[in-house]
């Protein structure tokens, strides 16, 4: 699947930018407003292959397309790896709107199994502190969300952690300097509870770390004092992609730690979310924002239960009234 974010003066405008790039079959997963209140961002999804392929990968060349939309929904599960006793759950509850089609239907089941808690502004204004396995995309998400504040008008701070791993300042500092904001070196937990006290209030506080193993006890335990000395809100960062058992373990693992969101990132290069709904089934995480490039230009977009739906069916039709609803509001 291709995800592309694009930007224009006004939103008829990036969904021309849209259809002219990815085509008439691009699905909209969200739209926003930019930094500056006068323009506007669409994130759109393509799906590269056939149809038919995506959508059924499993199936015999003769069978026939699911008879209703809680089998369309089961089928679009199964394709991306969902575990069986969640896929059974969703389908479930996709019963309840399957009069609404199948896309709507699997939506419906997602707000019924899931939360949905992007960060806002509101959250924002707390100190947030970045967390998950290395190689998860924690850095980039830290200076998107650092670009977000200052685009916003915001006082924005940006700590690392990250001390120890070759080049790690070097890349969130290349970032910070494009955004003119400071990046405050911050060496264990001490370090960490004095650079966060010497910060302003009202300031927006974006702390990054360095890559944990949530199966080590003695790198969790480093974490989570980092956690108290900042006195901030853990969000987990995962890669979309990945084994949907080792995900949902990973995530659990951090939850003991205070963490109830999950931003996912790395989309533009994800077929498959399976792993991403058990990571966040698993210790009933609220999904959050997702990256949809490792742009810093690109930002976060929020996610909700309809963009959601229309990743895992990109083919599912949508009665048109639907989608203009549903565009509007995100």
Not at 62 to 89: C, I, K, M, N, Y
Not at 114 to 133: H, M, Y
Not at 159 to 187: H, M, N
């Amino acid at each position: 699947m291709r995800l592309k974010t694009f930007s224009a003066p006004t939103t008829a405008e990036a969904m021309d930018l849209v259809r002219r790039d990815l085509g008439e079959d691009a699905i909209i997963v969200s739209t926003q407003p930019g930094g500056d209140g006068q323009s506007a961002r669409v994130t759109a999804a393509m799906e590269d292959l056939d149809p038919i392929d995506v959508a059924l990968p499993w199936r015999d060349d003769g069978d026939e397309p699911a008879a209703d939309a809680t089998a369309e929904v089961r089928q679009a599960l199964a394709f991306h790896g969902t575990p069986a006793l969640l896929s059974d759950r969703l389908t479930a509850a996709a019963g309840a709107f399957a009069e609404s089609g199948a896309l709507m239907a699997l939506a419906g089941a997602l707000d019924t199994e899931f939360d949905f808690a992007p960060v806002s502004d509101a959250t924002a204004l707390r100190r947030l502190i970045l967390v998950g396995p290395p190689g998860a995309g924690k850095t980039i998400s830290t200076a998107k969300l650092a670009a977000r504040a200052r685009l916003a008008g915001r006082a924005a701070a940006v700590i690392t952690s990250d001390t120890r791993r070759a080049g790690g300042i070097e890349q969130l500092g290349a970032f910070t300097r494009l955004l003119d904001v400071e990046l405050i070196e911050a060496d264990g937990s001490a370090g960490l509870s004095e650079a966060v006290g010497a910060i302003e209030n009202g300031a927006n506080v974006f702390i990054d770390t360095a890559g944990t193993n949530p199966f080590s006890d003695t790198e969790m335990e480093t974490l989570a004092a980092l956690i108290q000395a900042a006195d901030a809100e853990p969000v987990l960062v995962l890669a979309a992609s990945g084994d949907a058992l080792e995900g949902a373990d990973m995530a659990s693992a951090f939850a003991e730690l205070g963490v109830n969101r999950l931003l996912a990132t790395r989309l533009d290069v994800a077929r498959r979310f399976g792993g991403l709904l058990a990571a966040a089934d698993a210790p009933r995480l609220a999904f959050s924002d997702v990256s949809v490039t490792p742009h810093i230009a690109d930002g976060l977009s929020p996610i909700n239960p309809v963009s959601l739906a229309r990743l895992i069916m990109p083919h599912a039709e949508e009665p048109a009234a639907t989608v203009q609803l549903n565009e509007a509001a995100l």
